[in-house]
């Protein structure tokens, strides 16, 4: 599974390790990125599998690619 | 010619004029108890002032620049809008702007004079009571009436509506209605909640909802070309005059056909939306340095997509196709 972090997430979330080998399906994930790294929440994001956002908990295969897209404002 | 490191010609440069606005958009510009204002406006000093506007209009436009769009805030309730866009459309570019529309009125003569073709007006309800509540004015009925008089004098009208659940994914049917008659291009919005907003919606509408429950009412749905750096997927029902679009900024994000550059109202350059830096342009255009090297080079700076990313691997093998992959979102 490969897990990408854009834009200011990337600095928020830095060099941690997330240990992703429990981690079954997205809602699982967000536990385990949330637990390792609170300040995720402040700035919340959505959670992208194989490129199409996922809103609800769906299963993650171990070829999965996840994205986090943090929020931004337009203009 | 302005490029990237991925080689994407960048020609598009968008301007905020200020960072106020006369709405007070929920997800936007909220009232807050601390600040009248909701948050701290940048002091008038360290804005660009219309001269300078001009000559960073200049020095885009050598390097290629052919479309400029106004933002804001609200663009038109800058005093000296009416100079900045007569001054602009000295250049030979496209110029449009965005607005809520509760100003457009006065403007029309100058739009006309500037050569302005095309305005986008932010709209978010049909519903007046709906519109008070999501903009904190009682003005529907202004910028409705205005909307309709940029179609009376030929502007090419594109309507920007944000959908929120349990707010106005209702008022969809209303606007595709709108565009039987009116020649109107309503945008639908896919719209992400976050913190400090004011507003947590349990979840995101998507593109494919928002057309589901059009196609629920409208069967008949002809797909339009969209052009290879539109941001929107565009749709005509069969016979109406308007059409209808949905940019879907978050589920299928759309980097890769980007050419847009952002300069804020105080003179920094953005080269993404979710860009984490910025570069200062106006203190050293104010210093008297040319600022094309720093226009240049803050674009040779912009990611791919989305801000850029980390990645954190988990498989042990890691393969460049996979990442590849990820990097071709949007298009």
Known sequence: MQLLFFGSLADIVGKTDFDLSQVKNTYQLKDVLLEKCPELIRHSFLIAVNKKVQTENIKLMKDDVVALLPPFSGG | ?331
């Open chain 2, 1 to 331: 010619m302005l490029k990237d490191s991925f080689g994407r010609i960048h020609d598009y440069l968008r301007i905020s004029l200020l960072d106020k606005c006369n709405f007070r958009c929920l997800y936007c510009l909220p009232h807050s108890p601390h600040n009248k204002n909701g948050f701290q406006s940048k002091h008038e000093s360290s804005l660009m002032t219309a001269d300078e506007i001009e000559r960073f209009a200049d020095s885009f436009v050598k390097l290629g620049v052919k479309k400029i769009r106004l933002t804001g805030g609200e663009p038109l309730i800058r005093k000296d809008a009416k100079e900045i866009i007569l001054r602009l459309s000295k250049f030979p570019v496209e110029l449009t702007l965005t607005t809520n529309g509760s100003q457009i009125d006065e403007f029309i003569d100058t739009f006309q004079e500037a050569g302005i073709k095309s305005v986008n007006v932010s709209l978010d309800s049909l519903e007046a009571a709906t519109f008070h509540k999501l903009t904190g004015r009682n003005e529907f009925e202004k910028v409705f009436g205005n909307i309709h008089l940029l179609l009376d004098k030929q502007f090419h009208v594109k309507v920007n509506v944000v959908v929120m659940n349990g707010i106005n994914e209702t008022d969809i049917r209303g606007f595709i209605e709108w565009t039987k008659n009116a020649p109107v291009h309503i945008r639908f919005i896919e719209f992400m909640p976050f913190p400090g907003n004011h507003w947590q919606p349990d979840k995101l509408i998507t593109y494919k909802e928002i057309l589901e429950s059009i196609g629920d009412h409208y069967p008949e749905i002809e797909k339009l070309n969209d052009g290879v750096h539109d941001t929107a997927k565009k749709f005509r029902v069969k016979g109406h005059a308007g059409t209808f679009a949905v940019i879907s900024t978050m589920s299928e994000p759309f980097c890769g056909g980007c050419n847009r550059m952002r300069l804020t109202a105080d003179g920094k350059m953005r080269n993404c939306l979710f860009s984490k830096i910025e570069t200062d342009l106006l203190t050293s255009l104010r210093a008297g340095n040319d600022i094309t090297p720093l226009i240049v080079e803050c674009l040779f700076g912009k990611h791919y997509m989305l801000g850029g990313h980390n990645e954190q691997q988990w498989a042990t093998s890691h393969s460049e196709s996979k990442e590849r992959t990820m990097l071709a979102i949007g298009g």
